[in-house]
């Protein structure tokens, strides 16, 4: 991708960090910062490159299973809003496209675990260190349960689609998920902006969350839809449309 540089490779596969990134990284080593002054920044800054490193390895889980299952990888890609593993194409066969999606929470959960549990060991010779593993533990464990969230853009949303497209086919079960997507998106923004009616502020951060859970569900719905038209031009039915022939023949 255009301003991006590269951080060198894991597994084969290019990693590389958006500009946009470069920027955000001294505030995220800000708001890490778990004690003042120097020796805060420096913790802080290690805290953000083990945050980033966490979301580099969930998107190593899911591209080793994509790669297993025939995908090429072409980079992972950090932004400011997480990680990115863009492939040649997704895999489509639901059991592999529930597999891929769920590799990249596994990877959150087992480094979650491994931080709670040295956490306590580190503590011992070095508190703030300590301190620090078992922040980023907990910060993977969330980034799991985020992920799980049956929604586009999240791998709870590929899960959710790929469970109803044996069922359904692929087109119903995208604009299935895309609807649950779009009520989980609203939810999201009346939480944000509920606690106005008690004199709070609004959460502006869970309202971007909204949007871009939004906006995904509708591009996810737009995306299937190009995608069974090309089959229907093509004229080679993978199965997966079976939803959009049948209402054509
Ligand atoms: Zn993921």
Redo the contacts with the bound molecule.
Sequence with gaps: MANSYSLGSVFGIPVRVHVTLLIFLPLFALSFAPVAGLAGLFYGALGAVGLFGSVVL??VG?SLVARAKGSRILEILLLPIGGMARLNQLPKRPADEIQT?LA??AVSIALGIAGWWFAPGVAVFNPILGYLLAELGRINFILAIF?LIPSFPM?GGRVFRAALVPRLGRLTATRIAATVGRGIAWVFGILAVLPLLHGGQIRFSLLLIAFFVHQAAGAEARAAEWEALEEVQRGQPSGLFDDLLRKWR
């Design positions: 969930h998107e899911h999606a990249g929470p992920n791998d």
